[in-house]
């Protein structure tokens, strides 16, 4: 492996380094066009939100926005797949990290401010 040659490919018969070398363009330009549209996309949604803070024009163009960076891709391939258990196992420990943060937000808010009393 040190000097180059990561031998032949069980599944295609080939070098991998040629195999490597062939998926290579593809991959930069699958790469470098999803940059280009997620720079032109965010730049767009932040213009339009930074137009109108607070307003329901914000509220429409970040939500999709954070939808679409808080969803993990093998959340998503787990649903086409039709892979419940997955599903339900992420939710459910997305569920139980949301509420014990804000669990930890309460009691810390109620540590600073007096007027906060913790029943």
Known sequence: ???GNLGESLTVGLSVNT???RALPPTLSLMIGGMVLWLVSGIT???IG???PGSWVDRI???PA???MVIPTFLLTAVKQGDLMVVMGTVLVTVIVIALVNLIADICHALVDPQVHIT
């Open 1 to 3: 492996m040190l000097h």
């Open 19 to 21: 195999v490597l070398r």
């Open 45 to 47: 949604v932040g213009a």
């Open 50 to 52: 930074a137009l109108w």
């Open 61 to 63: 163009v970040t939500g």
């Open 66 to 68: 954070l939808s679409a």
